[in-house]
T-cell receptor, first 113, second 111 residues
Framework: ETGVTQTPRHLVMGMTNKKSLKCEQH?????MYWYKQSAKKPLELMFV???????ENNSVPSRFSPECPNSSHLFLHLHTLQPEDSALYLC????????????FGSGTRLTVV | DQQVKQNSPSLSVQEGRISILNCDYT??????FLWYKKYPAEGPTFLIS?????DKNEDGRFTVFLNKSAKHLSLHIVPSQPGDSAVYFC??????????FGTGTSLTVIP
């Protein structure tokens, strides 16, 4: 596989559920990101990891918990979400945390019911 | 506060004509700009970039123009093709920091 792969593609979860989104990159990049794409809003940066260390957290609620076990994998753990958290969650990676050459995954369409 | 704005949510253009997508920004420290293209059910893919030392960058049918004094960026697609129908996002960053994205413009190229 090449590029940035996200699973699952679609997820429906209740507000009391716990689920995780998975991202894997096969590009040898050192930086990975989670973005949120809500309808009619700009793409929002949620988390930035550089060499498995979190370097940025843009005031994201604690019900979103990222995990980066190595430079190729990134998870977003979800618990007690709200309906307004329904959105497309995009993972991305780039050669360095400077962000140039950023490559996006196809995203996970999350619906919270 | 939205630092990158795409004020046109949608645009329709006849095949073969020019598509012009616009983007405005407020932060004068931005020094690097990108355009991304996004098809439904796919992640954004990189299209073209420009740094603030240039005012034009061309790649095939795609040209990006940068007007720093007006804080304005535009993407020209000529000739437009039906396969260009997608949502186009502009993004900007300052000195390698995080990218700020616009809300996107949905382009429809009519055959």
């Amino acid at each position: 596989e090449t590029g940035v792969t996200q699973t699952p593609r679609h997820l429906v979860m209740g507000m009391t559920n716990k689920k995780s989104l998975k991202c894997e990159q096969h590009l040898g990049h050192n930086a990975m990101y989670w973005y949120k794409q809500s309808a009619k809003k700009p793409l929002e940066l949620m988390f930035v990891y550089s060499l498995e260390e979190r370097v940025e957290n843009n005031s994201v609620p604690s019900r979103f918990s990222p995990e980066c076990p190595n430079s190729s994998h990134l998870f977003l753990h979800l618990h007690t979400l709200q309906p307004e958290d329904s959105a497309l969650y995009l993972c991305a990676s780039s050669p360095s945390v400077l962000g140039r050459g950023i490559t996006f995954g196809s995203g996970t369409r999350l619906t919270v019911v | 506060d939205q630092q990158v704005k795409q004020n046109s949510p949608s645009l329709s253009v006849q095949e073969g004509r020019i598509s012009i997508l616009n983007c405005d920004y407020t932060n004068s420290m931005f020094d690097y700009f990108l355009w991304y293209k996004k098809y439904p059910a796919e992640g954004p893919t990189f299209l073209i970039s420009i740094s603030s030392i240039k005012d034009k960058n061309e790649d095939g049918r795609f040209t990006v123009f940068l007007n720093k004094s007006a804080k304005h960026l535009s993407l020209h697609i000529v000739p437009s093709q039906p396969g260009d129908s997608a949502v186009y996002f502009c993004a900007a960053s300052a000195y390698g920091n995080q990218f700020y994205f616009g809300t996107g413009t949905s382009l429809t190229v009519i055959p």
